[in-house]
């Protein structure tokens, strides 16, 4: 057997490592950007970095909690940091004395109601708007969506005093349905805009094998639509939720005593007691903390969302 014969069946000779490398090379190239990106995140060096911006955002959230955990004496005379070395600082009697305030409890509750329906509303009803703009032909479809995109522009504080007179009208100012009524509102443009975005990127073929296989709009929408539209749903429900929960512009003004939320409850707690570390402490922190465990229940599911449409 030739020297040349033996060099071509080796699968170790200089030919068979020659062609490894070019594959190697040519795979590098057909990389698209996020999976570049993706290999230089992994890095030693930005990996440092991420950590130290981890610790940088928590810092604050755990300062909070210390706080919340030490009494009022203890906060003026001491940095939170001191709990770290001297653990017996902490106790829940903060927490105990909160859950004993029924009018922070009540606003606890009343934020779930406003929030929660608010959040379903908006991705129930910009899902069902979103897959008709994208995929039904109506008369009028262009302009109506473009009249929902318009009024992505118009600000909150337009809208105040004439809603509020209209609620008036209506009764239901003052009300828990109310606030949920205007969030639903100005939360819907968005929520409309991003998810008909996001349906209108489904292949058409896909659509048009359910049709022909006897699938009418609506099954096609719950069974079909809805599953491939799961990452940027459940983004924006994220999104809605945060802001719902987080608000206290809309609830201080379309809110009375007993229907405001945590929000609108601590800034009152705060005008009365002024610096009440004992109760704004523990009451802002249990406003806060839900919301963090709300994103990272579905952080997986944001994740998937902000990627989709990315280039492979």
């Known amino acids: 057997m030739s020297t040349h014969d033996t060099l071509e069946r080796s699968p170790a000779g200089p030919p068979a ?3 490894a490398g070019a594959s190697a090379a040519g795979a590098r190239r057909r990389r698209g950007p996020v999976a570049r990106l993706t290999s230089w995140l992994s890095g030693g060096l930005v990996q440092a970095l991420l950590i130290v911006v981890a610790l940088v955002w928590i810092t604050p959230l755990a300062g909070l909690l210390f706080s919340s955990l030490r009494d009022e004496e203890t906060n003026a ?45 908006v991705v129930a009803v910009a ?13 009028g479809r262009d302009a109506v969506f473009l009249l929902v995109v318009a009024l992505l522009v118009v600000p909150v504080q337009i809208g105040l005093l004439p809603i ?18 205007f969030h639903v509102a100005y939360g819907l443009p968005f929520a409309v805009f991003l998810l008909r975005n996001y349906f209108a990127e489904i292949p058409k073929e ?13 099954r096609i929408f719950v069974r079909l639509v809805l599953p491939l539209g799961r990452p940027a749903i459940a983004s924006l429900a994220i999104f809605q939720f945060l802001w719902v929960w987080n608000d206290m512009l809309v609830a201080l003004l379309f809110a009375n005593t007993s229907s405001q939320p945590l929000t609108v409850a601590l800034q009152s707690e705060m005008r009365q007691f002024g610096s009440n570390i004992g109760i704004l402490a523990p009451g802002a922190f249990l406003s806060l903390i839900v919301p963090v465990l709300v994103f990272f229940a579905f952080q997986r599911h944001f994740v998937q969302g902000v990627m989709a449409g990315s280039v492979k």
Do not use: C, H, K
């Not at 902490?90 to 509750?109: H, K, M, P, R, T």
């Not at 899902?127 to 008369?139: I, K, V």
């Open 17 to 19: 490592r020659a062609l």
């Open 77 to 121: 005379t001491s940095g939170w940091w001191t709990a770290l070395t001297e653990p017996a600082q902490l106790s829940f009697d903060n927490y105990s004395e909160l859950l004993a305030d029924s009018g922070i409890v009540q606003a606890f509750w009343n934020t779930v109601m406003i929030s929660v329906p608010t959040t379903f509303l």
């Open 127 to 139: 899902a069902l708007a979103g897959y008709a703009f994208a995929w039904l032909e109506f008369p």
């Open 164 to 181: 509020a007179e209209l609620f008036g009208r209506l009764g239901l100012y003052g009300t828990i349905p109310g606030v949920v009524l």
């Open 206 to 218: 896909m659509l048009e094998a359910a049709r022909i296989d006897g699938g009418g709009e609506a």
